[in-house]
C-alpha cells in the first residue's frame, strides 16, 4: 500500500487546524509548522477545501478553518478527499478488477486488504491523533 505524500500533508495541516480550531491559520503558517513545501499545501488544502473538510476566509482576519469537528473528520475522510481511493492496483480501482486462473482468486486478497484499511482509516477521528488533554471545541465563526 502507498500513502501519497498529498494524504499526508493533507492529515498533518487538518492536525493543524484540530489544534486550535478557534483561529484561523494561513497556508504559511501550516507549511512552516510541519515543515510542508507551501506550494504543494495550497494545492491539498484547495482539495480539501472541495471536499468540505476545510472552509476559508479572505482578508487580513482570513485563513482555514477545519470544515467541520475534528471527532467528525476520519483519516479515511482525508485520503478520500485528495486521493479517490484508498487502495488501487496500477492506478485503477479494485471493483472490477479479475484475473484468469491460477491467480483468480489474487483479486479478493486486495480487497480484503483495501476493507481492512478503510476499516483502519475510518476508525480513527482526526482527536484520536490529538496529543493527550488536547481538546478541540469547533468555533462558531463562519
Known amino acids: 500500500m502507498h500513502i501519497s505524500a ?3 500533508y493533507a492529515t ?9 480550531p478557534g483561529r484561523p491559520l494561513t497556508c504559511e ?3 512552516s509548522s510541519q515543515e510542508i513545501p507551501f506550494r504543494f499545501l495550497k494545492s491539498v ?3 480539501l ?6 472552509r476559508s476566509q479572505r482578508g ?5 478553518w477545519l470544515g467541520r469537528p475534528a471527532d467528525q473528520i476520519t ?7 485528495v486521493d ?12 472490477g478488477l479479475a484475473y484468469p486462473s491460477p491467480a483468480a482468486a489474487l483479486p479478493g486478497v486486495w480487497r480484503q486488504i483495501e476493507e481492512a484499511a478503510v476499516a483502519v482509516l475510518g476508525g480513527l477521528p482526526l482527536t484520536s491523533l490529538l496529543p493527550a488533554g488536547a481538546v478541540p471545541q469547533q468555533s462558531g465563526a463562519a
Open 6 to 8: 498529498k494524504a499526508d
Open 12 to 20: 498533518r495541516a487538518l492536525m493543524e487546524l484540530a489544534r486550535e
Open 29 to 31: 503558517a501550516i507549511a
Open 45 to 47: 488544502v484547495g482539495e
Open 49 to 54: 477545501r472541495r471536499a468540505g473538510l476545510v
Open 60 to 64: 487580513c482576519e482570513g485563513g482555514y
Open 75 to 81: 483519516l479515511l475522510d482525508v485520503v478520500r478527499a
Open 84 to 95: 479517490g481511493e484508498v487502495l488501487t492496483l496500477r492506478g485503477e480501482p479494485l471493483a
